[in-house]
């Protein structure tokens, strides 16, 4: 009887350990961590994966703290992982909201703003629809399954127990938070060399022709084109941010990639 109960008891504990890791992930990673998604929608999915993996990462499972105090820094050890690994994924979406606030803003548009359901926040229209349409592309490419397999595999990576090596995250979350600029930058680079060049042109004009109003000319110029070649460069930009994603995802968490 005593043996089932050392049993059972260190299977909870295992069911716990894992259940801290992925749970934090999984509230806070993008698809999975919407503000939109229940909260007990989202906990009931982290302990149905909890379930279902444990059985396989145990062996890689420290033995249960005999104090009650080890046990907790052991837990919020696991938590802070999830949450770090999450948060450098999740950082990577900044870029959108800078391409979309980049491209409303070199379009006269900076002032329509919509409600965003993934950060429960207004945003701008385009950031948006970015967000919206990457969220869409990233369920299409599987990118969902890479998502959940470089938490599984962040296991190699950070052994429970072992917990965060703060000079190392804070290096990673600025690493990333630059590459979310930069990609967001890049996103929106047609728009400005296009915006520039509007620019240019009704500047010449005006000087050509300074009985013509150029000042009411420019804002629906700069809207009608600005819509234009969002259409045009939506495809290129969406691959842009998706293959960053991917690439990402890989480097971060696949074993022996590292922050």
Not at 10 to 23: D, K, M, Q, T
Not at 91 to 120: D, H, K, Y
Request: no cysteine; charged share 10%.
């Amino acid at each position: 009887m005593r043996l089932f109960e050392n049993m059972l008891l260190s299977e909870l504990f295992a069911l716990v350990l894992v259940f801290a890791r992925i749970g934090a992930a999984l509230m806070v990673l993008p698809l999975f961590g919407e503000q939109s998604i229940p909260a007990r929608a989202r906990l009931m999915f982290a302990l149905a994966v909890t379930i279902t993996v444990t059985p396989f990462l145990i062996p890689s499972l420290p033995s249960m703290p005999q104090s009650a105090i080890a046990l907790t820094i052991l837990l919020v050890g696991e938590i802070m992982i999830g949450i770090f690994l999450a948060l450098l994924v999740r950082i990577l979406f900044i870029s959108l909201e800078v391409a979309g606030t980049s491209i409303v803003t070199q379009i006269g548009l900076s002032s329509a703003t919509i409600f965003n359901p993934m950060i429960s926040e207004q945003t701008s229209a385009v950031a948006t629809f970015f967000g919206l349409i990457a969220l869409v592309i990233m369920m299409q490419t599987d990118m969902h399954h890479m998502l959940l397999r470089g938490i599984l595999d962040s296991y190699g990576l950070f052994a429970p127990g072992q917990g965060l090596i703060m000079g190392d995250a804070s290096e990673s979350i600025t690493r990333v938070v630059s590459q979310a600029f930069r990609v967001g930058i890049q996103m929106t680079g047609p728009f400005f060399i296009a915006m520039m060049m509007i620019n240019v042109a009704l500047g010449l004009l005006s000087r050509l022709m300074p009985q013509l109003q150029v000042f009411f000319l420019a804002q629906p110029v700069q809207i009608i084109l600005g819509f234009i070649l969002l259409i045009v460069t939506l495809t290129a930009m969406m691959y842009v941010f998706v293959e960053t994603i991917g690439v990402a995802i890989q480097g971060m968490l696949a074993p022996g990639g590292g922050p």
